[in-house]
């Protein structure tokens, strides 16, 4: 098949512009998909960037990611109420399309590009001892840049939501929401009662796959768990990855979510539009409108009933504290006028775990960037919607196991493994490193001597983390990034419980299944951790608060809580203590963090906060 050099020029052009010169494969990517006239043959059609806005709406939708996109889409059912969604970022293109180029939208224009502070404890192999913190500025949020694992978490985690007075929020209640969404289409799953077919996110096995993950699963077998639904009955065990992906592309909330309603006469999407502040009447309490920037241009937007935050964790606290809306005493210091004085920006949680755990194997079968041909490669996902490019950024295998620490007379384990048939290694060192964020120092001494060799990886991640961070204003000014305190292993049981978990994923490589493939820990010493003996509890810690990765899941800054807790800052059904006309509906209200990867529950309180406006404001409507 031959390409014009027009395409193929604009394509090399785009591809340089958004992601450097690295990536080899996008010139020929985008110019499959343009050959084939990708907008107009694709049945979810972009999105409207609508102008001019109305003056009103009854609602103002603040973030267009995980869970905005679905209050837009279900509050836009109601014909009678008209739906504005605000999205900082812009919408989609051919290239967030592609599962397995996960890695290279961050650290693009895509990309809040948020740090997290230095505080000696953790990502001491990063780059001025910080770990890099990808959101989504897009439309579809971080469902356009994560690595698309369908993850529920564990029953436990929303009975104990509910268990700290938040009725409505328990196991049962979610279930609902979670299979409500879901359109299941691995065909041995779609008889559980825990899943669901028909709704607007597709979840799916990626069609290709490497022999390492069924001898992953295997192993699991021989140390004593299950090959299991882990989003079924019950989560403990191992499993090959299921995705939120569609005909071999990424299914992001945009794509599912939006996309189908873009005609919709009640709904109106605004991208590239930056909120500074929600304009609140200090007289009545109630949120009134949206001041927000777009093409240069300061400007307002009102709101009838409301204006919900879901602009997620790091945003959505931003935008609350910028409005007057936060710790008193910090917002007095910054020069904020104090509205509501409510701990927002507090209760950060995230999921923290060990990378650059690498094992080598003799066999040609792991993802090494050299061994792939591009043009094949390419060709075989443009026209068929398989082959590598499917894989879900490399993740091809989760498991929930269970260290010494876990009560193991309940069903909750406490750590989870990602398993990957490639390592920091794999693609000598492009863009891996980048992303991570790691030294040179580090790089050159432990991945650069096995570049381009076959590995495969387990990342232990610590699934409830103690420690609790912040985060707080850098000054009023809207467009300076936050700052963003971590605060990882804070609480020392958080370090001792993945140092376990780092000696589980060393017995899943040792199970006898790896041995056809010769797989064997890669020995040589992390620079900062020389005088520690290898392989001991001490190196593991040593090794963990280096390469401490996070998997992108900040939650909670926005917590959820009865009145009676001091530390809450919205209710059970999301309003904004206070502060009338104004709820937060994003990861950001969780009061504990969920049990496994959050994108799927982010989209699950998407849900249920759209049910819940909908019950607050017509009676008549029957809760779907």
């Given amino acids: 098949m031959v390409f014009s050099a027009i395409v193929v020029t604009s394509a090399l052009k785009g591809a340089i512009s958004l992601v450097g010169t690295g990536l080899w494969i996008v010139p020929l990517l985008i110019a499959g998909l343009s050959y084939y006239r990708y907008d107009q043959l694709d049945p979810e059609s972009r999105l409207i960037d609508r102008y001019p806005l109305h003056s009103k709406y009854d609602f103002v939708i603040i973030g267009g990611g995980s869970s905005g996109a679905v209050v837009a889409n279900r509050l836009s059912e109601i014909p009678d109420w008209s739906i504005l969604l605000m999205e900082a970022g812009p919408d989609e293109n051919e290239i967030t399309d592609v599962p397995s180029l996960a890695a290279y939208l961050q650290l693009t224009k895509l990309d809040w590009k948020y740090k997290t502070e230095p505080t000696g404890k953790a990502c001491l192999a990063m780059k001025g001892g910080r770990c890099n913190w990808p959101r989504g500025k897009i439309l579809g949020g971080s469902s356009v840049l994560n690595y698309m694992l369908y993850v529920r978490g564990n029953r436990n985690d929303y009975d ?52 390492l993950v069924v001898a992953f699963v295997q192993a699991g077998i021989e140390l004593g768990y299950e090959n299991r639904d882990i989003n079924g009955e019950r989560q403990t065990g191992f499993m090959i990855s299921q995705g939120t992906i569609r005909r071999g592309t990424r299914c992001s909330t945009a794509k599912a979510f939006l996309r189908p309603i873009r005609l919709r006469r009640n709904f109106h999407t605004s991208m590239n539009s930056y909120v500074t502040r929600i304009i609140i009447d200090p007289l009545t309490m109630r949120a009134t409108g949206v001041e927000f920037i777009r093409d240069g241009r300061k400007q ?58 690498t094992f080598l194997i003799d066999k040609p079968v792991a993802i090494v960037q050299d061994r792939f041909p591009a043009g094949p490669m390419t060709m075989q996902y443009v026209v068929n919607g398989k082959g590598p490019m499917t894989t879900l950024g490399g993740v091809e295998g989760y498991a929930f196991v269970n260290t010494k620490y876990a009560n193991h007379s309940i069903d909750y384990p406490d750590v989870q493994f990602h398993m990957a048939p490639a390592s920091i290694n794999s693609d000598a060192g492009v863009q891996v490193r980048k992303v991570l964020g790691l030294t040179d120092e580090v790089y050159n001494t432990i991945y650069r001597p096995i570049s381009n060799r076959d590995a495969w990886t387990i990342m232990p991640l610590l699934l409830r983390p103690k ?42 490589n040792e199970a006898k299944v790896f041995k056809q ?10 620079p900062g951790c020389k005088h520690l003996k290898f392989g001991s509890d001490a190196y593991w810690e040593c090794h963990i608060r280096h390469i401490s990765m996070t998997i992108y899941h900040p939650v909670g800054t926005c917590k959820m809580g009865p009145p009676t807790d001091p530390t809450a800052v919205v209710d059970s059904r999301l309003r904004v203590y206070g502060i009338m006309g104004l709820r937060v509906i994003d990861a950001s209200i969780m009061p504990t963090i969920c049990s496994g990867n959050t994108n799927g529950p982010a989209i699950m309180i998407g849900e249920k906060g759209a049910d819940l406006i909908k019950q607050d404001w017509s009676a008549s409507i029957v809760n779907s």
């Fill in 517 to 526: 493939f010769n797989s064997r820990i890669h020995r040589i010493k992390l």
């Fill in 467 to 508: 420690s609790r961070g912040t985060v707080r204003l850098r000054d009023s000014n809207p467009f300076h990034k936050p700052i963003i305190n971590a605060n990882y292993f804070s609480d020392p049981m958080d370090i001792a419980v993945l140092v376990e978990g780092a000696k589980l994923a060393i017995k899943v």
């Fill in 160 to 211: 104990y939501w509910q268990s700290l007075g938040n009725p409505g929020w328990g196991y049962e209640e979610v279930l609902h929401y979670f299979k409500k969404s879901e359109d299941n289409r691995n065909p041995y799953l779609q008889k559980s009662p825990y899943h669901a077919t028909g709704g607007y996110l597709t979840v799916q096995e990626s069609p290709w796959k490497t022999p």
């Fill in 300 to 357: 307002i937007v009102r709101a009838r009933k409301e204006v919900i935050l879901s602009a997620g964790t790091i945003n959505s606290a931003q935008i609350l504290m910028l409005s007057g809306i936060g710790p008193k005493e910090h917002l007095r210091h910054i020069g904020i006028p104090i509205i509501k004085d409510l701990r927002v920006g507090d209760n950060l949680q995230d999921h923290i775990g060990m990378g650059g755990l």
